[in-house]
């Protein structure tokens, strides 16, 4: 199983998958002080980076030793995740395997030796 993990406000989000494609991609919410957990299908198949904010998120997925990433933004309605938008970011070095950090709504992903900050 792979694993990310992003923080917003008072919640730990998880984006999951079991090792094959097949088995889809999920982003869980957790929120520590009630114990409460969601999962909702992700609108990205195994993104390598994510971060989020309220009911907005953006992932990435890497383009393999290229010095591109995709950048998908997505809303939350209801129980659904639903791209917003989807763009081909440049990035000033080569994406590296597990590049994407997210920390309360800012996704800091790193190219070569430069971390490059993207707020959701």
Known sequence: MHRRAATGDDRVWLVWYPGSSRGGTYLTRITPATGAVTSYRSP????????????????????HNKR????????????TWSVTSRVRLRTPGRVVLRCGQGR??????????TWTRIGV
């Open 44 to 63: 990205l198949q195994q993104p390598d980076g994510f971060a989020v904010r309220g009911n907005r998120a953006i992932l990435t997925r890497r383009d």
């Open 68 to 79: 591109s990433t995709e950048l998908v933004r997505a809303e939350l309605d209801g129980d």
């Open 104 to 113: 309360d709504g800012f996704l800091w992903l790193r190219a070569g030796d």
